[in-house]
Nanobody, 128 residues
Framework: QAQVVQSGGGLVQPGGSLTLSCKAS????????IGWFRQVPGKEREGIAC??????????FYVESVKGRVTVYRDMFNNTAYLQMNSLKPEDTALYYC???????????????????WGQGTQVTVSS
């Protein structure tokens, strides 16, 4: 059965960097669409980045608020997807989720309903 398990996260100072991991099991990470979401208390879960499956050219997409500061990529050897975040701001503080889906979307950003498999979430806190 497909499953994703997250790691990474923690406390980082403004301007710092952090990389979140999303380890896939039961499927090949490159064959699935991978999405990254975040949620703060009282707000809806927000899709911030995603990457299409390899048969859709592994295209990354980013929302404007993180574009230029965030990179989504996959490591096929470790069967893991990553979200590398740089120049972190206090407003990036949130619970972060990765998600995966076997459907080969052409566009993958933002819609929670696109994804069947979800990680457990990991907290990122940006504070001095």
């Amino acid at each position: 059965q497909a499953q994703v398990v997250q790691s990474g996260g923690g406390l980082v100072q403004p301007g710092g960097s952090l990389t979140l991991s999303c380890k896939a099991s039961g499927f090949v990470v490159g064959h699935y669409t991978i999405g990254w979401f975040r949620q703060v208390p009282g707000k809806e879960r927000e899709g911030i980045a995603c990457i299409t499956a390899d048969n859709r050219d592994s295209l990354p997409f980013y929302v404007e608020s993180v574009k230029g500061r965030v990179t989504v990529y996959r490591d096929m050897f470790n069967n893991t997807a990553y979200l590398q975040m740089n120049s972190l701001k206090p407003e990036d503080t949130a619970l972060y989720y990765c998600a995966a889906d076997p459907k080969a979307y052409y566009y993958c950003l933002g819609d929670l309903a696109l994804y069947d498999y979800w990680g457990q979430g990991t907290q990122v806190t940006v504070s001095s």
